[in-house]
């Protein structure tokens, strides 16, 4: 089943934030700390897939462009109109904004290698192992956040299947199109720019900054693009 990984995925998240839910009577100092320590951890995580660029102008490039793409379409803008909306369905929650909670899980568990990784796994050999790690890791991840963010955080499982599940889906017919060299330098390049953003992501949990990180997702596709120019037009940066 393609879809295997991507709803044990799901299903983690949701998990994980209802857990969070119950045990939200937590001090607010407590909660203080421990949303600083996932900031600190994420922004580790993220200076980890940083570094494993093989060429990063090409990450510089993509964020750049990114970032002018995200910021015309604002991007940033409208995932906040969504986490409102919902916010307006729903209620406010107690322990903090639903929005916040659903943008901030959002990015967290969208951005980053694990996601497509995994979900290019699932549809190209139907090895799920990949996405099974990163459920566990988000079902702990959105526990935490929803006791420190609220529950709007179980809403960000539903950009995330869709997201997965695209490209599990189109990954089953990837490998007839797509040359294996480009594939693997786009992985690459694609960990790098997205580990910029989790690093980002890390600096606005903590409160340090406030970096519209949603805006700068069309760097992904940038990536894209620049490594399938390099790979054609045979050029070196």
Not at 31 to 47: E, P
Not at 132 to 139: H, L, N, S, V
Not at 181 to 210: P, R, V, W, Y
Request: include cysteine; proline fraction near 2%.
């Amino acid at each position: 089943m393609v879809l295997l990984g991507t709803i044990v995925n799901g299903v983690c998240i949701i998990v994980g934030s209802l857990l969070g839910k119950l045990l939200h009577r937590i001090p607010e100092k407590l909660k203080g700390t421990v949303l600083h320590a996932i900031g600190l951890a994420v922004m580790v995580l993220g200076l980890q897939m940083g570094f494993k660029s093989g060429n990063f102008l090409i990450v510089i490039l993509s964020l750049v462009f990114g970032a002018v793409i995200g910021e015309l379409l604002a991007l940033e803008d409208k995932l906040n109109q969504l986490g409102k909306w919902l916010e307006r369905k729903i209620g406010s929650s107690n322990q903090g904004s639903i929005a916040d909670g659903f943008v901030n899980a959002t990015l967290i568990f969208v951005i980053g290698a694990m996601a497509i990784i995994g979900a290019l796994d699932s549809g190209i050999r139907g090895d799920h192992d990949v996405l099974y790690t990163k459920a566990i890791i988000d079902g702990f991840t959105a526990l935490i956040l929803t006791t420190t963010l609220g529950i709007g955080v179980i809403f960000s499982v539903i950009p995330v299947v869709i997201y997965e599940g695209i490209i599990a889906l189109f990954a089953t017919q990837i490998d007839h199109f797509v040359p294996k060299e480009i594939m693997d330098s786009f992985i690459k390049e694609m960990t790098a720019t997205g580990g910029i953003m989790i690093f980002a992501i890390g600096l606005n949990i903590t409160g340090i900054t406030k970096i519209r990180v949603a805006n700068l997702l069309p760097g992904i596709l940038v990536v894209a693009i620049i490594v399938t120019i390099i790979h054609f037009y045979h050029l070196f940066f």
